[in-house]
Structure formats: structure tokens, C-alpha cells
């Protein structure tokens, strides 16, 4: 059953199955009889003064079960929400007296009225009583600002079945909750205590409807109520604060000196009506026959009612229960499919029930996928934006190369002239040797370096005008700076780009190789240093021997290991998403915690490696050889894992829920608590398997499973499909199998003692010579079934499907079986 919407803001829904038999005496009419579940929803609301109520919404509602008083003494505080039916609406209130400067200093009248209903009981200060020539009488009242409107302080005393929390039958203490206009005059007096707040199950005014429990009861209608019942009883307000009817949900609500600033505080319920429906699949399934319902489930409404209005005035909060009834055709409400509960305004239109329908599949509806991310486009995408800044980068350096070979052409040619033109003169000018040309740099910078040495030479000229050549070197020098300005501005533009296009993909594929594709690798240096925490991403391993090498903690994504000896290698901790594995050798290895996500793995050997906590999630690994390997919490949820091979594997706790392991071999592995939750089993071989504690629930399918002679105790089966699997001889104590699809399965001389069928088709199954002590069959399907010299000393049949079933020879003392 799917309970929808997921967020429900402000409001929570509940529901509890019981068999309701209505009532021999009928105090009140229409109630319900059969299989019935109760669905309520339960609103929470904030009150002020002159306001609507406002849902709250800032944490999540949470049903309840009855809760007492910050000071348990003052009694109960908030009924149970979980009760069957309410043949009426009530309201219930608990919150102080306020009397400071109002009236009266030692008594007021307090009030709650809801819609036409009100209540008005008496508060008075403390008093005592007063002893008379015949009697004792109350004293006067003393002065009071506030006094709690709870039941230990109405009248009562601990041997007062109607309020064991109560004062004033003993003691001199009087009390000072008085029922307006029937006051307390003796001791002896038979009042009911005054008060706004939930009466407990267990005093008077509500336990004389809990009729007679007998032996007639036992026989006929354990654990259920009798059929003269009075659902009364689940009313836990005093019977004056219950109305006729139910409540509209849009009621007016005065509260008078119950809040320190407003005597007379008003607000309202809140215009609202909640709405319950159900997808249900109704007369396709009997009781006590627990198979899958077929067909398609007929949507209808749950009419609900508000039949409770509780308000704390302290906190100033509403709470509003709504409840319907539902027939079902099993106590676990396998009938019914999907539940769709929401609050909608009194007066909004009146839609149809095909619009409700719409929501919910609307509800139903998969979210919509983002369309899957192409890790080799956004590479090349990325390798290309590199290449083009690289080549840019060279078109820059290549145009520098020139501009600087023009300008050391130019410079020495003037350099010449001017040296010749001063040795014609006949003057000795002392300079030093010059160069007749520059010695192209290696780099832009180291040219800059030259020139600006050439311009010092040129400058220290001082009998010659070489001002046009200075002029010429020092543009010529601009030039190169402004250039190399732009190449060193270069990487950071190129880095933005690819920073801009990395940023739009996830990081596990923005691993930069620190080790290029073609370059040699040295196998003794690997197999003694070794690679660990290298940065391997995308590096070629193809072919080679790497038997015994250390890849502990290393980047290995994407990379290559096309048809690698990887023997005995270490890859503990190693990133290995995306890997190409394909025909590698693992036998032996060391994968733990190893994340192979998204690996190729087709044709890899794995025998005897250890995979504790690596990843394998979503492989594909059929006809895979594990043999021997070890795993503890080996992650292989949604591993196609068809046709192989887990031979003496130990895998304690490994997950291998969703996954694909049909006809895949088991065999004498070690499964303790290892998880199959929603595993394609079907055909699996578990014999002689270690599976205690195992899980394969959530409708898990072990349709023609082997495991015969399997350990499983304590292990769980519960929803899933295990039709004609063979589970002969093995132990099974304790193990659990609600819910599920048995239909001839062979437990035959199994162990099963305590194992729980309760709700399981087990229709034609063999459970021959099987030991079943005490195990529980409530409510199954044993239509067919062999319990032929089977052991079922205390065992419960109870409403169970017992026709054509066979216990010859059986050991049925004290068996429990269906009145």
C-alpha cells in the first residue's frame, strides 16, 4: 500500500484494521460490521484570537496514542487517535482558568461553546470544609489569579472510580472544579468531576460500555470486540461535550477566561473537510487468500467524518481528526493498492470523483529523468577548447618569433652604421663589442631580456645622435611587451573557458592524466614502487602483467586493463569508475572499498578476490566467476549478475538488493545478513548456503529457487515470490514468510520452529516431516498443502485456508486451528 501525496504539509493520515461486529443492543445506528479499516487524517492548527485557524506546516504531524499531562498526576492530557470508530463527534479542551481583575476574586465561570454546543463548569479558589454540629460544609473560597483545568483538581479521591486523580471526599482539601448549578455540598456526594478534558479508558463513565469479556467471547470472537459492543466507549470526552452528528468543519468557537489577555477569546474551525481515496481491489480476493490481487483496482472515496475537536488554550493549538471506514478483505489491507489523502476549503466546488482519480495519478507519475550524461562528448568538448588554446598560443609565439627578428635585424644594421660612420670620423668611442644581431631567444621573455640590455648600449651614446634608433628599439620593445602581456593573459583566459565547461559536469570526470596515454611503463619499477594514490585516469594498462602491482588509493578512471594479468594487485580504495576490465584478470586481487561504477566487466575473472565495501552497483557481470572471493558489505545492488558463479563466497552483509542473479550459484556461500531486498532470484542455487538473518523481502522474486539443506535462521522472506522453490532440509527457525507467495514450495523435513506464515499462499506446498513447533499460519492459504508427519505442537491456524490440506500423522497437540 502506497500512501500519497509523499509531503503532507500540516496533516498526517493513520489507519488500523479491525473485525467490527456491530452491536446486539444498537445504542446507535449504522454501525459498521466485518473486516474494516479505519483511515484517519489528523490536521494541527495554531489559534488567535478574532483569527482563522492557520495549519501548521513547520514540522511533520505525528498521530498519537494517549498522552498524559507534562505532570502525569493531572491525568490524561490527548486521547489515543487510534480508535476504530466514533459514532459521534466530541470536543475536548484542556488549558487554566484566568481570573486576575475579572469579576469575583475567588471564583469564575469558565466556558467552551462550538457551533450551538456549550459547557459551562464553575472554578473557585482553595477552600476546605468546615465541620457542622451534623455535617461538614464548604469553607469560603480564598482569592486566585489562576487555577489548571485538570481532574486533580475536580472532585474526587484515589478510590473514586469516576476521577481517581480528584480531592475533596477526603482529607480537609476541598476541590475547585465545580459542574455549573450542581455544585458539591457533602462528602458523600456522587458528582461527576467537572471538566473540558479526555476521560481515561479505564475509570467509570467509560469502562461501564467495555461490556462482559467471557468465555463465549473467547471462543467466538477472540481477539476481536463483541458483537454487543458499545463504540461509545472510544469517545473519551465527558458525554456533555459530545453533539449529535459530526462536525461541519466550519463551526464558530468562543472560549471564555481560558486565555491571560482575552476573556472571551474567539476564532472558528477552519472551513476545512478532509478527503480520503483509495485504489482497491475489491471481490478478486477471499479471506484468508493472501496471493497477489490481479486486475485493476476500482479508485473510490473513503467518507470521513470530524468526529474530534481537541484545543490546548495553553499553547493555543487545534487539533482535528477526521475518520472513515473502509471493508478490506485482510487485516495487512493487501486489497488496497494506493491511499490519497488531502484537506480542501468547505467551500470549494464540488469536483468529481475522476478529478481526484487525476491527482493521484498525477502522484503515480515518474519523475521526469534528465536526459544521461555523455561523458565522452563533454571530453571532447574539453579537449577541444585545449587544442584551440594551444594554438592560439603558438600563433602568438610563432608572431612574436618574427616581430623580434625584425627588430634585431634593424637594430644591429643601425648599430653597424653608426660604429662605422664614428671609426670613419677617427674617433674612439670606447664602446664595447656589439653584436651584429640578436641571438634569437627560446622565449619571448628572455627576448625582452636582450632588447632592453640593447637599449642601455644605444643610450650610452653621448657623441652621437642616435635618438631615431633608440625611438625605433624602444617601440620595438613595447611591441614585444604588450605581446608577452597577451600570451601571459593567454593561460588564464584558456583556463576560464575549460573551467566554464568542467563546471557544468561532475567531477568524477574531470580527472587531468598525469600520466599520457604512450608513455613506457617501466613493470619491475611498477612492481616495486608501485602506483599508489597515482593519478592513473584514462592511462593504457591494455596486456599487461602487472601481477602483484600496488594501485592502494589510485585514480584509475577510465582507464584501460583490456586483458590484464592483475593478479594479486592491490586496488584497496581505488577509483576505478568507468575502467575498461574487460577479459582482465582479478583472480586473488585486492579490491576493497574499491569503486568500479559504471566499470566494464565483461569476461573479468574475480576468484578468490576480496571486494569488502567495493562497489560493483549496476555492473553487468553475467556468467561472472566470484567464486571464493570475500565481501563484507559488498555493494552489488542493481548488478546483472545472471547465470553466476558465488561458490564458497563469503559475503556477510553484502547488498544485493535490485539486482539481476537469476540462476546464479550460491552454493554453500556465506550470506549472513547480506540484503536481496527486490532481487530477480528466480532459478538462484542457495544449497547448503550460511543465509541466517538474510534478507529477501520487498517482493523479492525466488520463484524455483535451490536451497536445499541451507542455514537461515532468523531470515526473511516476507512479500516475496519463492513459488516451487526447494528448500528441503534446511533450517529455517524463526525465519519470517508473511506475506509471501508460496505456492508449492517443498519444505519437506525442514526445520521451522517459530517460523511466521501469517498471510502466506501456500498453496500446495510440502511441508512434510517438517518440524514446525509453534510456528504461526494466520490467516494463510493452505489450500492443498502436506503436512503429513510434521511436528505442529502449539502451532496457529488461525483463519486459515485449510481445504484439502493434509496432517496425516502429525503431531497437532495443542495446534490452534480456525473456529
Avoid at 475579572?102 to 467552551?112: L, Q
Avoid at 583566459?493 to 561532475?506: N, T, V
Wanted: net charge negative; glycine share 8%.
Amino acid at each position: 500500500m502506497k500512501i500519497l501525496p509523499q509531503e503532507r504539509l500540516g496533516y498526517e493520515l493513520g489507519w488500523l484494521v479491525s473485525k467490527m461486529a456491530g452491536s446486539k443492543k444498537k445504542p446507535l445506528e449504522d454501525e459498521p460490521r466485518g473486516l474494516m479499516a479505519t483511515f484517519f487524517v489528523r490536521g494541527e492548527y495554531r489559534l488567535r484570537h478574532g483569527e482563522a485557524p492557520e495549519l501548521c506546516t513547520e514540522k511533520p504531524v505525528i498521530p498519537s496514542g494517549d498522552l498524559p499531562h507534562d505532570d502525569p498526576a493531572r491525568g490524561l492530557a490527548y486521547p489515543t487517535d487510534y480508535v476504530p470508530h466514533k459514532p459521534g463527534g466530541e470536543f475536548i479542551v484542556i488549558g487554566t482558568a484566568h481570573h486576575a481583575g475579572r469579576g469575583s476574586d475567588n471564583k469564575c465561570g469558565v466556558s467552551v461553546q462550538i457551533g450551538e454546543y456549550v459547557k459551562r463548569i464553575e472554578v473557585v479558589g482553595n477552600r476546605s470544609w468546615l465541620p457542622t454540629l451534623l455535617r461538614s460544609k464548604p469553607g469560603p473560597a480564598a482569592e486566585f489569579d489562576t487555577i489548571p483545568l485538570t481532574y486533580d483538581r475536580a472532585w474526587g479521591d484515589p478510590t473514586y472510580a469516576k476521577n481517581p486523580l480528584g480531592c475533596g471526599r477526603v482529607g480537609e482539601a476541598m476541590h475547585n472544579l465545580e459542574i455549573a448549578g450542581d455544585w458539591v455540598e457533602t462528602r458523600w456526594s456522587k458528582a461527576l468531576p467537572a471538566g473540558f478534558g479526555p476521560i481515561p479508558s479505564a475509570w467509570a463513565q467509560r469502562h461501564k460500555r467495555m461490556v462482559k469479556y467471557n468465555s463465549r467471547w473467547v471462543r467466538d470472537h477472540w481477539p476481536w470486540l463483541p458483537p454487543d459492543f458499545d463504540y461509545r466507549f472510544f469517545m473519551a470526552a465527558p458525554d456533555d461535550q459530545w453533539i449529535d452528528g459530526y462536525f461541519h468543519g466550519n463551526e464558530s468557537i468562543v472560549l471564555e477566561q481560558m486565555h491571560p489577555e482575552v476573556p472571551l477569546y474567539r476564532t472558528q474551525l477552519p472551513n476545512t473537510r478532509a478527503r480520503c481515496f483509495v485504489s482497491q481491489h475489491i471481490g478478486e480476493q477471499s479471506a484468508g487468500s493472501q496471493s497477489e490481487p490481479q486486475g485493476q483496482p476500482v479508485f473510490r472515496e473513503v467518507p470521513l467524518n470530524l468526529d474530534t475537536v481537541w484545543i490546548d488554550m495553553n499553547q493555543e493549538k487545534m487539533v482535528l481528526i477526521w475518520r472513515g471506514l473502509l471493508p478490506v478483505s485482510s487485516l495487512k489491507m493487501l486489497d488496497v493498492e494506493h491511499v490519497l489523502s488531502l484537506l480542501e476549503p468547505l467551500d470549494g466546488p464540488d469536483l468529481s470523483i475522476e478529478h481526484y482519480q487525476g491527482l493521484l495519478a498525477e502522484q503515480l507519475a515518474p519523475a521526469v529523468e534528465s536526459p544521461p550524461f555523455d561523458a565522452a562528448a563533454v571530453r571532447a568538448q574539453i579537449d577541444a577548447a585545449i587544442a584551440q588554446g594551444a594554438k592560439e598560443r603558438a600563433d602568438f609565439e610563432k608572431m612574436m618569433a618574427e616581430k623580434l627578428a625584425q627588430t634585431e635585424a634593424f637594430v644591429a644594421a643601425k648599430t653597424e652604421q653608426a660604429v662605422a660612420e664614428a671609426k670613419a670620423a677617427g674617433m674612439d668611442l670606447n664602446i664595447p663589442d656589439m653584436t651584429t644581431g640578436y641571438t634569437s631567444s627560446a622565449t619571448p621573455e628572455a627576448a625582452i631580456v636582450e632588447l632592453k640590455k640593447e637599449l642601455a648600449t644605444l643610450e650610452a651614446f653621448t657623441d652621437f645622435d642616435v635618438s631615431r634608433e633608440i625611438e625605433t628599439v624602444k617601440q620595438a620593445l613595447a611591441g614585444m611587451e604588450e605581446a608577452a602581456a597577451l600570451i601571459a593573459g593567454l593561460p588564464a583566459e584558456l583556463k576560464a573557458r575549460e573551467e566554464a565547461i568542467l563546471s557544468q559536469i561532475p567531477p568524477e570526470f574531470l580527472k587531468v592524466r598525469k600520466l599520457p596515454p604512450g608513455i613506457p611503463i617501466n613493470l619491475e619499477a611498477a612492481r616495486t614502487v608501485g602506483f599508489a594514490k597515482f593519478d592513473l585516469a584514462g592511462v593504457d594498462f591494455s596486456g599487461l602483467d602487472l601481477s602483484g602491482v600496488d594501485f592502494q588509493g589510485a585514480t584509475l578512471a577510465g582507464a584501460n586493463f583490456l586483458k590484464a594479468k592483475l593478479t594479486r594487485a592491490n586496488f584497496s580504495g581505488a577509483n576505478l569508475t568507468g575502467a575498461l576490465l574487460t577479459d582482465a584478470d582479478l583472480r586473488a586481487a585486492t579490491l576493497d572499498n574499491a569503486d568500479l561504477t559504471a566499470a566494464l566487466v565483461s569476461g573479468t575473472l574475480w576468484a578468490g578476490a576480496s571486494l569488502s565495501k567495493a562497489k560493483f552497483s549496476g555492473l553487468l557481470l553475467s556468467g561472472a566467476d566470484f567464486s571464493g572471493v570475500s565481501g563484507l558489505w559488498a555493494d552489488f545492488s542493481k548488478a546483472v549478475l545472471t547465470e553466476s558463479s558465488f561458490v564458497n563466497a563469503s559475503l556477510e552483509r553484502a547488498d544485493f538488493t535490485g539486482a539481476n542473479v537469476e540462476r546464479a550459484d550460491f552454493s554453500n556461500a556465506k550470506l549472513e545478513r547480506a540484503d536481496f531486498g527486490g532481487a530477480h532470484a528466480a532459478g538462484i542455487v542457495m544449497r547448503g548456503a550460511l543465509l541466517t538473518n538474510l534478507r529477501a523481502r520487498e517482493k523479492a522474486d525466488f520463484t524455483g529457487a535451490v536451497a536445499n539443506g541451507a542455514m537461515a535462521d532468523d531470515s526473511a522472506w516476507g512479500t516475496s515470490t519463492l513459488d516451487d522453490a526447494d528448500f528441503q532440509q534446511a533450517t529455517l527457525r524463526r525465519a519470517q514468510f508473511s506475506e509471501a507467495s508460496l505456492r508449492g514450495i517443498r519444505l519437506d523435513r525442514c526445520n521451522l520452529a517459530h517460523a511466521v506464515f501469517d498471510d502466506a499462499n501456500i498453496e500446495s506446498g510440502l511441508l512434510s516431516n517438517a518440524n514446525l513447533l509453534r510456528a504461526t499460519f494466520d490467516r494463510a492459504n493452505l489450500t492443498n498443502a502436506c503436512l503429513d508427519g510434521s511436528n505442529l505442537f502449539e502451532a496457529g491456524l488461525w483463519e486459515a485456508t485449510f481445504e484439502g490440506a493434509t496432517h496425516q500423522g502429525a503431531n497437532i497437540k495443542r495446534t490452534r486451528f480456525d473456529r
